[in-house]
């Protein structure tokens, strides 16, 4: 059972910035997905950004809307991926989760945002941008 664990949520004021962290608590082999979701209240789960790695090199995935203020990437650690979130705004708001997908396909850009592509999930971490 691979546990996920993510930090690095908070309050900032517009304008600022946050990374968020999120670390598998297993290996999860040489191939493995792992992406960040947000939930804003009232409104269904979204897919930020995602990266799948795979034996012939990583790919990477975000969200139109997003890209140029928010970048994932994977950190030093293995199974260890971060989001940095800039000029973040109020409509930024929302509970972020980590997922991994573990022992599935690899991501392609027509499903890399679809939650079922993940089969395990974080307890979330609130970011909360004020104006």
């Known amino acids: 059972q691979v546990q996920l664990v993510e930090s690095g949520g908070g309050l900032v004021q517009a304008g600022g910035s946050l990374r968020l962290s999120c670390a598998a608590s297993?290996?999860?082999?040489?191939?493995?997905?792992m992406a960040w979701f947000r939930q804003a209240p009232g409104k269904e789960r979204e897919a930020v950004a995602a990266?799948?790695?795979?034996?012939?090199?990583?790919?990477?995935f975000h969200a139109d809307a997003l890209k140029g203020r928010f970048a994932i990437s994977r950190g030093d650690v293995k199974n260890t991926v971060y989001l940095q979130m800039n000029t973040l705004k109020p409509e930024d708001t929302a509970v972020y989760y980590c997922?991994?997908?573990?022992?599935?396909?690899?991501?392609?850009?027509?499903?890399?945002?679809?939650?079922?592509?993940?089969?395990?999930w974080g307890q979330g971490t609130q970011v909360t941008v004020s104006s």
């Open positions: 997922a991994a997908g573990v022992f599935g396909p690899a991501l392609e850009a027509e499903n890399w945002d679809n939650s079922n592509m993940y089969n395990y």
């Open positions: 990266v799948t790695v795979t034996w012939s090199g990583d790919r990477i």
């Open positions: 297993e290996r999860t082999g040489s191939s493995y997905s």
